[in-house]
């Protein structure tokens, strides 16, 4: 019936299967992956993927991928995937995979599994001896024989299975053989179900309540349905953690089934039935329980929750920080500046005119003459002063100055987060990767507001989405030192920035500031968990970058 059955809700989906051609990148076998924050890859949705395929074999340097959605360049020559936002670079490969099956129409019968046996219109054929065939058309039998009992190897069959090996009856048909190893089930499965449904998924339309009666097989050797309510549970549980034994052994990849042992309004024995029909279909399937996602530690009473040693107070609000009141622009660089009286032959990167001549810059015009150069002092990158004090003034005019080229900075780099809180305290609870030491949680509130001047919309509101964001680090020696350094960056306002979201799209709402957080407690799901162990050194790299290190505590006691 071509639908998606939700276990737990009774949801009934349509769904579809797409056809590519031969050759696209699903048709080639090629994907396309980048690589997430724990060292781990992760593929490209597959219209993603075809579209920078394509981009590669038309030997294109590069592909912009905005007109589909997403705010990245794909970078072939540095295998790179760029934000064009925050101009973080992630690395990305090209890998290839299995073929996407690009069979179109219907299937050949010889390869489908009717409902109930008929007359034969073809001659027989001999019979699929995989593991995946030989559970579904073993099931298939019992159902057809109407069979009240564990499945039993034929009596007549000289050669008897060991102790903990179920041997499934051949499927029925002239043109039966016996099975060979491949069709042995080893493990702790001693009987299958004594009744099993055979029935197809369009047969379970929406509203249709699950177990009502259902008549037995006829004599004519049609397939009966068996009520649901008459379903050994445990039996069926086994049949399919069996299924799943045998497709792991070759190597059918798996398809995560919720509620496999939970409470449910839906028998957990429809896994195993669901996994039997996709089988027959060719779907290859395995049901396995899949991780969860725990973004939140267990409840936590007032009591339970502590200060942090060595660290002041509980909560910290931020305020706007102004540049000191009588400087100019020149003032404020003439600290970082030396002049050069003779400037070599090169270009300035800011202009990019030659720092013989005057600038190039053509927007309001500093004081400062356009044809005297200088050189940063501690980085010795140089360029037209003009043009150092054009983009002084293009930026926050805090009183700090960032190179260009090195990224180098001079002074203390401020940012633009809206005003907001920022709490941290001690939970009794372990993260993982982390069993010695207790957590350190911290909680981010930022409210939805008005874009101040040094917002991208002065005027225009912004939205705070997924506030209070709540954050985790271990209390150990490097993690107080990484909160330390947190706190710098919130008084410095370097946390949060104002722009497009990368996640959902969305423009003038609240997004982190290139300062990577670890938003799960006990999972690590999306990468922004635990455990990880390079996560400290690489906020530690991150926060450098901003200028915070720890020296940079000492200059906020000054």
Known sequence: SMNQFRQDTGTLRPV???????????????????????????????????????????????????????????????????????????RVRRRLDLIYPMVTGTLPKAQSWPVSPGPATSPPMSPCSCPQCVLVMSVKAAVVNGSTGPLQPPVTRK??????????????????????????????????????????????????????????????????????????????????????????????????????????????????????????????????RPPKLVLHPPPVSKSEIKSIPGVSNTSRKTTKKQAKKGKTPEEVLKKYLQKVRHPPDEDCTICMERLT???????????????????????????????????????????????????????????????????????????????????????????????GPEHPNPGKSFSARGFPRHCYLPDSEKGRKVLKLLLVAWDRRLIFAIGTSSTTGESDTVIWNEVHHKTEFGSNLTGHGYPDANYLDNVLAELAAQGISEDSTAQEKD
């Open 16 to 90: 579809r299967r797409n056809y590519y051609d031969p050759s696209s990148a699903p048709g080639k076998g090629v994907v396309w992956e980048w690589e997430n924050d724990n060292g781990s890859w992760t593929p490209y949705d597959m219209e993603v993927g075809i579209t920078i395929q394509h981009a590669y074999e038309k030997q294109h340097p590069w592909i912009d991928l905005t007109s589909i959605g997403f705010s990245y360049v794909i970078d072939f020559n540095t295998m790179g995937q760029i934000n064009r936002q925050t101009q973080r670079q992630r």
């Open 159 to 288: 050669n008897l299975p060991p102790p903990g090996v179920v041997k499934l009856p051949p499927p029925p048909g002239s043109g039966a053989k016996p099975l060979d190893s491949t069709g042995t089930i080893r493990g702790p499965v001693k009987t299958a179900p004594s009744q099993v449904i055979w029935r197809q998924a369009s047969s379970v339309p929406t509203g249709t309540t699950v177990g009502s009666p259902a008549s037995p097989p006829g004599p004519n050797g049609k397939t009966g349905r068996v009520a649901l309510a008459t379903l050994n549970r445990s039996n069926l549980q086994r049949l399919a953690i069996a299924q799943s034994r045998v497709l792991i052994a070759s190597g059918v990849p798996t398809v995560p089934v919720k509620n496999l042992n939970g409470s449910s309004p839906v028998n957990p024995a429809l896994a195993g039935i669901t996994g039997i029909l996709m089988s027959a279909a060719g779907l290859p399937v395995c049901l396995t």
């Open 357 to 451: 001549a005057p600038s190039g810059y053509k927007g309001p015009q500093p004081t400062v003459k356009p044809d005297l150069v200088g050189k940063l002092s501690r980085c010795g990158h140089i360029y037209h002063i003009y043009c150092l004090v054009a983009m002084y003034n293009n930026g926050n005019k805090d009183g700090s100055l960032q190179c260009p080229t090195c990224k180098t900075i001079y002074g203390v780099k401020t940012g633009t987060q809206p005003p907001g809180k920022m709490e941290y305290h001690l939970i009794p609870h372990s993260l993982p990767g982390h069993p010695d030491c207790k957590t350190i949680r911290i909680i981010y509130s930022i409210p939805p507001g008005i874009q």
